[in-house]
Nanobody
């Protein structure tokens, strides 16, 4: 079992930055791909970014490319999502998940955190 806990969310003005953390316990994350998803009010949860277990390959949804950066620190068993140039449309609950299957398919994630709220004011 892997337990995931997100942190780092909050309220920020448009153009600001936040860094989300996804800390794992129970098992090492080093053999999992880790992804970030988000769910805005009234919308379905959507893929944001993912990092393969090797840490070599990263993937982003087009709307965050150039603004968000996903990274991992295997020594800390933690994955980060650095979010810069935030926009009001980035407002959502952000979730991290771990999978050994397809990183861009929500239903193939084995483990999820509880989510952290990100609110971007205009």
């Amino acid at each position: 079992q892997v337990q995931l806990v997100e942190s780092g969310g909050g309220l920020v003005q448009a153009g600001g930055s936040l860094r989300l953390s996804c800390a794992a316990s129970g098992r090492t994350l080093s053999t999992y791909a880790v992804g970030w998803f988000r769910q805005a009010p009234g919308k379905e949860r959507e893929f944001v970014a993912a990092l393969t277990w090797t840490g070599v390959n990263v993937y982003y949804v087009d709307s965050v490319k150039g603004r968000f950066t996903i990274s991992r620190d295997n020594a800390k068993n933690t994955v980060y999502l650095q979010m810069n140039s935030l926009k009001p449309e980035d407002t959502a609950v952000y979730y991290c998940g771990a999978t050994r299957l397809r990183f861009n398919v929500e239903t193939e994630y084995n483990y999820w955190g509880q989510g952290t709220q990100v609110t971007v004011s205009s």
